[in-house]
């Protein structure tokens, strides 16, 4: 073998021919790192005869070889996979420090179905550290294994016994190293090389591999982007200490839906899952302060209700501020924006603060209407309706659209007691309940006037 050396961005895992000081790609500083590694050039590979299959007629058969799903104890985490985890499958967990995902993920091991072989391999922490906290959320399987190691070479020599029904866990991609590379762990080509080893070893196998990932600052996981088009999903688990409410989102899933998330809350004896969402968001809800609205949101296939809250207040700066936690920053200023234009309503003094209770964060335009809303009951000081709900997208014009999925919204808010359902004027009916009325939005215009009309006195 030839000993090479090239020179590697630690940002987009682009080689370059020597260093510099910038990036020529990703236009980053001080982030190209020379890497020496080996120039392996071996004979071709036989090719056997069995190299393709054919995809059968009647794919459900045993023929077809169906694709095996393994329930773990979380149903949670089950609804955010898409129904289990799967056979043979990569799955990349990221988070920040501290959150919970080791603790999550000796929870799962505590029991998968039809799973006999569990592995647990710490390269972070050593096996007694490990075993404090398995005994801390008391951990009972007899055949979980634990081991403590960065060297993805004995790693993957130690499991080469696994077949079908196992499950690994690998805490975590930045820790894990190999010594063909010359270049410390946690390097992009470091993280890529461990990686591809892992998933050559769960496809050749058949056995499910999870693998954690450290987030950047930014909150996104560290190491190439290619590392998240390797794995079959990608999950993000999201929250801080301060919140009660921990949530794992899915944004990456061969084997089912995205944009699926599980609600959890961390207690003593570890996550314990939230199953209605709807009522632990809304459960510390005051009705009758201004500036608060409720929001039928949709995550995923489940519809889910959130508490949306504004603060309008004078301000003596310049240019004053939209500030926003929980929704996006830029499409908060475009809301008052046409607030501002198409509902006569002035902000040229006024700083605009909305939040997203619970530490949710919400991305779809549906929620528009519920942050209108609250601005405007903040604005005028005026509380809304104690019984009613908000969903629909606010277009630049002033006009509502339609959201998707709006009967299920619908019925989420009828279930937890809502009856005043502020919407698009082109929602379709809901026939469920003779008390619940529909009020059909036009404009923001027509927004500010039914508010004025159904709120109550301050």
């Known amino acids: ?67 095996k799903r393994h329930n773990c104890a979380l149903s949670e985490l089950n609804r955010v996979l898409g129904g289990g985890l799967v056979s043979g499958s990569v799955v990349l967990l990221g988070g920040p420090p501290g959150i919970g995902k080791s603790t999550l993920l000796l929870q799962l091991l505590s029991d998968i179905s039809d799973i006999k072989d569990y592995v647990y391999i710490s390269a972070e922490e050593s096996t007694k550290q490990v075993m404090m906290r398995a005994r801390r959320l008391e951990i009972s399987n007899q055949n979980l294994r634990i081991a403590s190691s960065a060297d993805i070479h004995q790693i993957l020599q130690a499991i080469k016994h696994l077949n079908h029904n196992g499950i690994v866990v690998i805490d975590s991609i930045q820790t894990v190293s190999s010594n063909l590379i010359q270049s410390p762990p946690g390097s992009i080509s470091q993280v890529r090389f461990c990686t591809q080893e892992l998933v050559r070893f769960a496809k050749t196998n058949d056995v499910i591999v999870i693998i954690v990932g450290h987030i950047t600052k930014d909150g996104a996981i560290a190491g190439p982007k290619t590392l998240e088009h390797m794995v079959d999903s990608v999950l993000y688990f999201e929250g801080d200490g301060t919140l009660d409410y921990k949530i794992i989102r899915c944004v990456k899933n061969r084997f089912g839906p995205t ?65 926003s936690v929980g929704f996006d920053a830029n499409r908060l200023s475009m809301i008052v924006a046409v607030l501002a234009t198409r509902g006569r309503m002035s902000f040229s003094n006024k700083d605009v603060f909305v939040n997203v209770a619970g530490g949710l964060r919400i991305t779809e335009p549906a929620a528009d209407l519920a942050i209108s809303a609250a601005i405007i009951s903040a604005a005028y000081q005026k509380s809304l309706p104690a019984r009613s709900v908000f969903f629909g997208e606010v277009g630049l014009s002033g006009e509502l659209r339609q959201s998707h999925l709006s009967y299920a919204r619908i019925k989420e808010s009828v279930k937890l007691g809502f009856t005043d359902i502020f919407c698009a004027h082109k929602t379709e009916d809901f026939e469920g309940s003779a008390d619940v009325k529909i009020l059909r939005i036009k404009s923001i215009r027509d927004l500010i006037v039914k508010i004025h009309a159904t709120s109550p006195c301050p």
């Open 1 to 67: 073998m030839k000993v090479v050396s090239k020179f590697v961005c630690q940002e987009c895992g682009a080689i370059l021919s020597k260093w510099m000081g910038q990036c020529d790609i990703c236009r980053g500083w001080n982030c190209v790192v020379e890497e020496i590694g080996t120039d392996a050039k071996g004979k071709s590979p036989d090719v056997p005869e069995n190299f393709f299959e054919l995809i059968h007629d009647d794919v459900g058969s045993d023929c077809g070889a169906p694709t």
């Open 259 to 323: 944009d699926e998330i599980g609600v959890f809350s961390m207690t003593g004896k570890g996550l314990e899952e939230t199953l209605n969402p709807s009522v632990a968001f809304l459960s510390e809800r005051d009705g009758s302060v201004s500036g608060v609205a409720v929001f039928s949101g949709i995550e995923g296939t489940r519809p889910i209700l959130s508490e949306v809250q504004a603060l309008v207040s004078h301000t003596s700066l310049a240019i004053p501020r939209r500030s």
